[in-house]
């Protein structure tokens, strides 16, 4: 399994420069997009069912020695972020295939895809942090060109608000990443988990922990870094949006738990209060920033970053606890607003328009796409048996465990107005006297979305699996030593 893991960048990588050779046919074009995204699906599970044991599958590349060579890492955490990335970035290509027309510049659209693919699985796999920078460097890129995909005014002003953002942060990763060597000597994440235990929490470990931090945040749009979020979801193609909330979001949100866990355990502890007053921040700020909006994709936006500030809070509370929440929740939230945002396109292709007041009436209109949409905010709303309730839940038991009475309060008030903004964006569109003309969409649209809406009710009924496999995954966080001596011993 180890002579695999490669395969999750280069895989994508040769697929994108394929896919641009032969963007001219169409029907070639996404047919071996979709086989090679089928593929990649198939490889992350099997990895998947082979970390499932606990065993941790290390790739070195090139004949450097540890800790100086490049390694490639799997363990259960790897392992369900790279399905996750697979399966969200699977049904977002599959639905792309019926939702862009020829006029919209479709032939480059599947190369990027896989690029972005590439530079997020490469961010899952990688063991060390520069690396990481460098995966981080090819998403923002792909990312910029999904962006401004259209080419229109609005489009490539959001594209260059997102990259100068992006660029800071980058600037300030390799500070982060300098401030590292200077201190142990290394950038292996396996050596850095040693060696920064050695040096402790000093003031200037201190310092760079909260530096990752900032570069974490913009990625992962936790305040006061999220305000780029709301504009790329409205913005950008609705596949590209999927992607965007299911997976981009969720590769801070991997690094920022990572750090908490393997490199900066010690100066996480020092930063716990500033974590959560972030995490609750960035909980409150989605939650009412909902409230003014008309348009479905904005307030599926806020929603999103109301949603990253509860993760966030449960891998802010340090304890296994909520190391097992936050993958719960983010497993969750990635199936379960893909298929919002994916619902969403399906709708303004009937409708032509994510306008609530003129969506009236939609469940007269289109009652298929209106169940579905319903099934997601439902669970998003915290509705039980549904995965979202059970993702709220096991986060506020995480916060009320640790004692942090407070914060967790304030999260579970802010519920109240995930329930009302839910609630009332489902009556806005469903409900009412139909307006305008409904069009047709094909299967392939409604089968994309129905496949992610899904894992909204199969996540909450087998809430005994997901739950137990993310306090495997916890278990594994909490105690590195295995992950440390398997770089080690691949080196």
């Given at each position: 399994m180890s002579d695999l893991?490669?395969?999750?960048?280069?895989?994508?990588?040769?697929?994108?420069?394929?896919?641009?050779?032969?963007?001219?046919?169409?029907?070639?074009?996404?047919?071996?997009?979709?086989?090679?995204?089928?593929a990649n699906l198939a490889l992350a599970l099997w990895l998947l069912r082979e970390t499932a044991g606990g065993d941790i599958f290390v790739h070195r590349m090139g004949f450097w020695p540890f800790p100086y060579g490049i390694l490639l890492v799997a363990d259960r955490l790897t392992a369900t972020m790279l399905?996750?990335?697979?399966?969200?970035?699977?049904?977002?290509?599959?639905?792309?295939?019926?939702?862009?027309?020829?006029?919209?510049?479709?032939?480059?659209?599947?190369?990027?895809?896989?690029?972005?693919?590439?530079?997020?699985?490469?961010?899952?796999?990688?063991?060390?942090?520069?690396?990481?920078f460098v995966f981080f460097e090819v998403m923002l890129i792909s990312t910029y060109a999904l962006l401004g995909f259209y080419y229109g005014l609005d489009q490539l002003e959001m594209a260059?608000?997102?990259?100068?953002?992006?660029?800071?942060?980058?600037?300030?990763?390799?500070?982060?990443?300098?401030?590292l060597y200077a201190q142990v000597g290394t950038v292996n994440m396996a050596d850095l988990s040693v060696k920064v235990r050695e040096v402790g929490p000093t003031p200037l470990m201190v310092l760079t922990a909260l530096t990752?931090?900032?570069?974490?945040?913009?990625?992962?749009?936790?305040?006061?870094?999220?305000?780029?979020?709301?504009?790329a979801h409205s913005i950008s193609p609705t596949p590209v949006s999927a992607i965007l909330a299911g997976v981009l979001v969720k590769v801070g949100v991997y690094a920022i738990l990572r750090c908490s866990t393997l490199i900066f355990p010690e100066p996480f502890q020092r930063i716990q209060a500033i974590l959560i007053g972030l995490a609750v921040a960035t909980i409150l700020y989605g939650a009412l920033g909902t409230l003014p909006q008309r348009n479905l994709k904005r307030i599926l936006a806020y929603s999103t970053i109301n949603q990253l500030g509860y993760i966030v809070f449960a891998i802010a509370l340090l304890t296994p606890a909520g190391w097992a929440a936050a993958v719960f929740y983010a497993v969750g939230h990635a199936f379960l607003k893909s298929s919002l945002l994916l619902g969403a396109g399906l709708s303004q292709k009937l409708t032509g328009t994510v306008d609530l007041d003129d969506m009236g009436g939609l469940m007269e209109r289109a009652p298929f796409s209106?169940?579905?949409l319903l099934t997601g905010l439902l669970s998003l709303a915290g509705i039980p048996p549904l995965a979202g309730f059970f993702s709220k839940l096991f986060v506020i038991q995480a916060g009320f465990a640790q004692g942090a009475y407070l914060s967790t309060g304030i999260a579970l008030a802010a519920g109240i107005f995930s329930l009302y903004y839910n609630f009332s964006t489902y009556q806005r569109l469903a409900w009412g006297a139909p307006k305008g003309e409904t069009g047709s969409a094909p299967a392939a649209m409604y089968a994309a979305v129905a496949f992610l809406a899904s894992f909204a009710v199969i996540f909450g009924l087998g809430v005994p699996w997901?739950?137990?496999?993310?306090?495997?995954?916890?278990?594994?966080?909490?105690?590195p030593a295995p992950y440390i001596a398997a770089m080690r011993l691949a080196g």
């Open positions: 893991l490669p395969l999750f960048a280069a895989g994508p990588l040769l697929a994108g420069v394929v896919l641009f050779f032969v963007r001219r046919n169409a029907r070639l074009q996404e047919s071996l997009s979709l086989a090679a995204l089928a399905c996750l990335s697979a399966a969200v970035v699977g049904a977002s290509g599959a639905f792309a295939c019926q939702y862009l027309s020829e006029e919209q510049r479709r032939e480059v659209f599947h190369p990027l895809l896989h690029f972005l693919l590439m530079g997020m699985q490469g961010a899952f796999a990688t063991g060390d942090i520069f690396n990481l260059l608000k997102y990259t100068c953002l992006n660029l800071i942060a980058s600037a300030f990763f390799l500070l982060g990443v300098a401030m990752f931090v900032f570069v974490f945040s913009v990625k992962a749009a936790i305040f006061p870094m999220q305000l780029w979020l709301p504009s209106t169940l579905l997901l739950y137990g496999w993310s306090q495997l995954v916890a278990s594994q966080l909490a105690s």
